[in-house]
């Protein structure tokens, strides 16, 4: 029984729903959990040709991680964070490794995680209100669980570091120009336009399809299997440090950031060399001597 996602199955098509729309279908572990085991049971079901990842509601596709529950459980205890990112690990090869072609509903905004479970399925089809970003240099994170990997395969380099630096709103229409989603329509023609395309996915072979999907995989598994251990391992270090704890403070308190004075801490304080005094005197010793 799941708490946190609905899994539904309609004839050939299974649909994975994270229902936390009062939360805008973040993450927290249960959550990632329940995903990884929902991708398992889609992937061993003969009668499932295509996934749909969505979100509940329209607000949000998903945005993340949970930060209530980083803020709860992992500032206090940051060697927490490497369990954490096991399930987020697991989750997502799961998702790459489902042998049906996968296709992100987006509904509402994509945010950080949100938008790398994006990157991890094969299409996208965007209702015309969504937003995508990435905010990990902005919240005192890096989005390397997905995101400094597949951006740059995905919408080019500079675009990727556009979005990783600036972490900015890209609108739907941005997103299609760039190939970030493969379609935008009105929020109200959204099933419709996942529905034909899952229709069209059906009638192919489903073997050259699993392994046309394996071969398109390449890039994105190199680069994942490449650096996201040490992800892992940098991000769990990281989740104690004052950049983290700023973050997750002006979120919970819903205040903007004090980028001024998180710059200035982390300045290299002026030391005097304890030396130079030392060798002020013996100049004026050396003087001293010469005049006598």
Known sequence: MTK???YEKRDFIAQITINRPEVLNCFD???LHELGNAFL???NDDDIAVAVITGAGKQAFCTGADLKE???DILPKPNEYYKWMYAFIEMH???RNIGKVTIARLNGMVVGGGNELNMACDLAIAADHVTIKQVGAARGSVAAGGATQWLPLIVGDRRAREMLFLCENIS???ALEWGLVNRVVPYAQLDEAVLEMANKLYKKLPECTRYTKQ?????RD???AMTIGHARDWLTLHSGMPEVRAGLESFSNKAEMDYESIREATKTPTVKNPLAKTKKNKAKSVKSKTRR
């Open 222 to 224: 190199l680069s994942w």
């Open 41 to 43: 049971k889609a992937s």
């Open 70 to 72: 980083q803020e709860r």
């Open 215 to 219: 071969q398109l995989n390449f890039w």
């Open 4 to 6: 946190k996602i609905i």
């Open 172 to 174: 739907a229409k941005r």
């Open 93 to 95: 090869d799961r998702l």
């Open 29 to 31: 572990l249960e959550t």
